[in-house]
């Protein structure tokens, strides 16, 4: 993973603990480095990109001091809209966009009224491929552009096909970065049931 590669751990969180409101996403910078967690409930692989996206851009426009948290609870429509009254929080969404699609501002629409979820698939397959672009984050944004959620999401469910939920990806790119002998019994135990994952 490229985070991995430049020392940017990413681990997803299935359970956040008793009392702890469920979030999307947040940065932890320690004093040597920033560590994304990602948590939103989603098995799709494009959503977590989005908010892996977001997360990234906190870290490169400094929006997080050293021992600080910044928590994203919910990167919903208004956010991924660029809407957010937060400065920091557009600016995250508009580098998200820009990170993912090569160009700032960038829009899926289709030429049809309607469109159901097999030929937008099919469109964003296509279009994503020949452009290096994730064809899953262009459903998203059609979706969002849109309204069509349903079919947005419907389309981004049959792209991904019968592979792995997003947080088993991101959670065993975490289980082969660490080093396992430096974690108590008792700590890797808490991660496992954290992660909702088993070390491999």
């Known amino acids: 993973m490229c985070c991995w590669a430049h020392g940017v751990p990413v ?23 920033p560590v994304i ?21 906190h870290v490169a426009l400094g929006h997080v001091e050293p021992d600080e948290i910044l928590v994203d609870e919910e990167l919903g429509k208004e956010s991924y809209a660029m ?8 600016a995250a969404d508009a580098f998200a966009i820009e990170l993912l699609n090569g160009r700032p501002d960038a829009s899926y629409r ?3 009224e309607m469109v159901n979820a097999p030929t937008l698939a099919k469109a964003a397959f296509d279009h994503g491929i020949s452009r290096q672009i ?12 849109s309204g069509e959620w349903a079919t947005g999401v419907a389309a981004a469910k049959l792209l991904q096909a019968e592979n792995p939920p997003a947080a088993s990806v ?3 790119a975490m289980w082969r970065e660490f080093d396992l002998g430096a ?3 008792d700590n890797l135990e808490f991660l ?5 994952t088993i070390a491999s």
């Open 37 to 57: 967690v990602l948590s939103k409930s989603t098995d799709l692989w494009a959503w977590q990109l989005f908010v892996l996206a977001h997360e990234v851009a």
């Open 134 to 145: 994730d064809p899953g984050h262009i459903v998203l944004n059609f979706a969002h552009r």
């Open 183 to 185: 974690f108590s019994d």
């Open 170 to 172: 991101i959670n065993e």
């Open 83 to 90: 809407e957010d009254p937060d400065l920091d929080e557009r």
């Open 110 to 112: 289709v030429s049809e």
């Open 11 to 33: 681990v997803y969180l299935a359970e956040i603990g008793q009392g702890v409101s469920k979030m999307d996403g947040m940065v932890v910078q320690t004093d040597d480095r």
């Open 192 to 196: 496992r049931r954290a992660t909702g």
